[in-house]
């Protein structure tokens, strides 16, 4: 279903607002969609208000790493086209403001909202002293009235050191609670408040329907007297919160008039004490107990005429057989397939992928999602990225099946993959991933004259440069340079001191259009960002402005392995297949792409006037006139009196290896980059570069890598690869059965890592 959040502690904040993300990120593990309003700041005690008078206006969240606080914030939303990412909205208002705004004002293209869950609140909202102030029940409350289902949920701290193992296992009965009120939901009942404690195996412990208890602050003040200081109210949140428990101070007495200012300061002993008072049956006796409580209430304060008392009987967690946690459990054996690769070179091996290896009548193909008989009828849909229904995707995880992750940028952009490397290795430092990557350094740069600035943390390049100071060219080490969000080879550049790396930069700025400034940039839609990559594709190496401003440093590898007969670097490009969460395969049969010309060093002057030369050091066909005249060839075709099939074999193991490792790196060290799906498969383009000694150093992870590069010469090759696609991916996941020749693929897609993310 379509949820909308929001909350009243703002966004992810270890200091106070320290659970939104992980029920956001449960949420979405468990196939819903969820659009996300929070206040952009601290908003705790203020219940249904609205602030009269004031213009709200939007920021927007992009969140970062569970439980990091690196999210970051921006004054306009991603432009259209942009790479995937996820962005939340903030608002300067109150959490009733942000129900508002989430309902009617954003996410219509989403489909309508089913269910608004405030929360989770920092902290607990039991009995009436906390219901009755609370922002998290306030924006329950306004969905209410909006006559929307709605839920508030509140996590109960005992201890301030905030567990993400119990954070998580907070979150994970949250959804199943969510899930079963709203099926459930009762005739009488606008609202509910799901109070769920911090404690360890909450997941396993009861849950119970209870009432708000009845309770009063007692004679003494709530505001604190100060001296004359402001407060921040993150700060103010996390110090009331903190206090739970601890002792009141007697503030004694002061005359009338006596310029003071006051503290916000609840006396939290107040609220135990009515508990231990009461008895049990109550909210707070139930979180206090340990248990969940769930308390339906009417959008006017009072109890609803549902079930205030006994137990809620959750439907148990179904656990089946080892089959139905893979991607190739059973299904219908026929289902739709709608194929539109949006690419004339690609379209026929898929279809023919499909008729050879399926048995005839096991699918239909259709043309559009519409064409289903039924939105839960069993679909394969391959097509270009943006044509992907995500959000079919998403909600039908055991009988749709896709060609593209959602997420998956710690593979594919550059920068991401040498910071997916470096965080696997600092654990793992025996991974292989320490000998076959190199370390990189990335770096943001708007102007040349700021690079002195922009490598102030870019240690190893700035190493480099002082231990090539005073060096002759053949002595120093050397560098490529290549633009974080280019593709297709463009941007590309080598180099060796901070001087030279300052004039590459001069000259691209001395080479922009005067008219294209920052905004224009951002404000690009799909159909320009196309024109830029036709305009790159005419000129060569043209560079739009946006990549003009993330770069990634790698060594250069010198010497690269060269062949007696073929003097000309060259790199293997390795088609990788992922399935599922997670089974990565590498298809054997893999390419080797020849740069144009003869290898020489990368110190060696032009021979020309004409300046720089890249053609003996780019092996990227898309920057060649022609892929013919031996530009591509067969991996393991290649002659053996120049590559033995021993070395061979210990390349393509090292390859196997490698790749393993850096998707499970991936899958498991960077789970908000690399988001795996059990529903999905995808075809990488994975390139290696081996050097004189026979490492295979990994360069880049391409996704929907060009296959039209290949040629017509070896077009069998990626025919074969869709049909291991096929075999792999598809029958499995449909169950349906083969043509009964052996698999294509058998021996072909070779199993290198198989990696249980708990996603099913």
């Known amino acids: 279903m379509h949820i909308l959040i929001v909350n009243d502690d703002g966004p992810p904040s270890n200091q106070s607002s320290p659970y939104v993300h992980s029920l956001v990120k449960t949420l979405q593990a468990a196939g819903h969609i969820v659009s996300v309003v929070l206040p952009h700041t601290q908003r705790s005690w203020i219940g249904k208000a609205h602030m009269i008078g004031k213009t709200l206006k939007p920021t927007y969240f992009r969140p970062g790493t569970l439980h990091q606080d690196d ?28 129900v508002q705004i989430g309902l009617y004002h954003y996410f219509q293209d989403r489909g309508p909202i089913d269910l608004v869950v405030s929360g989770p609140n920092y902290g607990r909202n039991t009995t009436a002293v906390f219901s009755l102030s609370s922002g998290t029940l306030g924006g329950a409350l306004e969905a209410a009235v909006c006559r929307r289902k709605a839920l508030a949920i509140s996590y109960a701290f005992s201890s301030r050191n905030h567990d993400p193992e119990i954070i998580a296992g907070a979150s994970k009965l949250s959804v199943r609670v969510i899930e079963y009120l709203y099926k459930n939901w009762g005739e009488n009942v606008d609202l509910y408040s799901v109070n769920v404690p911090l404690v360890e195996g909450v997941e396993d412990r009861k849950v119970l329907w209870t009432s708000t208890l009845q309770n009063y602050w007692k004679s003494e003040s709530c505001f604190q007297e100060i001296e004359d200081e402001e407060g921040d109210a993150g700060e103010e949140e996390q110090r009331i919160r903190e206090s739970e428990g601890l002792p009141e101070e007697n503030k004694g007495s002061v005359s009338r008039h006596k310029h003071k200012h006051f503290k916000w300061s609840p006396r939290f002993t107040d609220v135990y004490q009515s508990v231990e008072e009461a008895g049990p049956g109550n909210d707070g006796w139930a979180v206090k107990e340990g248990y969940t409580s769930v308390t339906p209430l009417k959008a006017n304060f009072m109890h609803a005429a549902a079930a205030t008392e006994g137990e809620l009987k959750l439907p148990p967690i179904e656990l089946p057989s080892i089959e139905t946690l893979s991607i190739s459990s059973k299904h219908s ?78 593979l594919i952009r550059k920068h991401y993959l040498s910071t997916t490397a470096f965080n696997w290795i600092t654990k793992n430092p025996f991974s292989i991933l320490a000998t076959n990557i190199k370390p990189a350094c990335d770096f943001e740069l708007d102007y040349a004259q700021f690079l002195d600035e922009s490598l102030v943390e870019a240690w190893e390049l700035r190493g480099s440069f002082e231990r090539n100071d005073g060096q002759e060219a053949a002595e120093r080490e050397w560098w490529i340079l290549k633009p974080g969000m280019s593709d297709r080879g463009q941007g590309i550049r080598l180099f060796s001191t901070e001087q030279e790396l300052q004039s590459i930069f001069e000259e691209w ?30 000129e060569g190496d043209y560079i739009v402005t946006s990549h003009l401003r993330h770069f990634i440093a790698q060594p250069y590898i010198h010497p690269p392995l060269l062949l007696t007969s073929n003097p000309r670097k060259f790199h293997i490009r390795t088609y990788v297949l992922a399935v599922g969460a997670l089974q990565v395969y590498v298809y054997k049969q893999m390419l080797a792409l020849f740069a144009s010309s003869p290898y020489i060093p990368p110190w060696t002057p032009p021979t020309s006037d004409t300046g720089l030369n890249l053609s003996p050091h780019l092996t990227n066909t898309c920057l060649q006139p022609s892929v013919h005249d031996g530009t591509v060839q067969s991996f393991f075709s290649l002659p053996s009196s120049d590559l033995s099939p021993s070395m061979k074999d210990n390349i393509f193991k090292q390859i196997c290896d490698t790749t393993g490792e850096m998707f499970e790196a991936a899958a498991k060290g960077m789970m908000v980059h690399f988001q795996v799906l059990p529903n999905v498969f995808e075809v990488f383009g994975v390139d290696f570069l081996v050097d004189e000694r026979g490492t295979a150093w990994l360069l880049e992870v391409n996704a929907f890598p060009d296959f039209r590069q290949t040629g017509e010469e070896l077009k069998a090759v990626v025919g074969g690869l869709w049909e291991g696609v096929v075999d792999v991916a598809v029958a499995g996941y449909f169950g349906v059965e083969g043509k009964g020749r052996g698999k294509a693929g058998e021996g072909e897609m070779v199993l290198v890592r198989e990696v249980e993310m708990g996603r099913r």
Request: a negative charge; aromatic letters at 6%.
């Open 509 to 538: 700025e001395a080479e922009r259009p005067a008219s294209e400034d920052e905004d224009e940039d951002e404000d690009q839609n799909n159909t320009e960002r196309t024109d830029d990559k036709k305009k790159g594709e005419e």
């Open 71 to 98: 999210g970051t914030t921006h004054s306009k939303p991603l432009p259209a086209g942009a790479p995937e990412q996820e962005e939340w909205i903030l608002v300067d208002g109150t959490p009733a403001s942000c």
């Open 333 to 410: 054996k026929h289902f739709y397939a709608l194929i539109n690769y949006e690419d004339t070179y690609v379209q026929p091996l898929i279809l023919g992928a499909l008729k050879s290896r399926l048995r005839e009548g096991s699918y239909t193909l259709i043309s559009s999602i519409a064409e289903l008989p039924d939105p839960t009828s069993p679909l394969l849909q391959i097509g270009a990225y943006e044509s992907l229904p995500f959000p079919h995707i998403l909600s039908h995880p055991t009988t749709t099946l896709a060609n593209a992750y959602i997420i998956r940028k710690a």
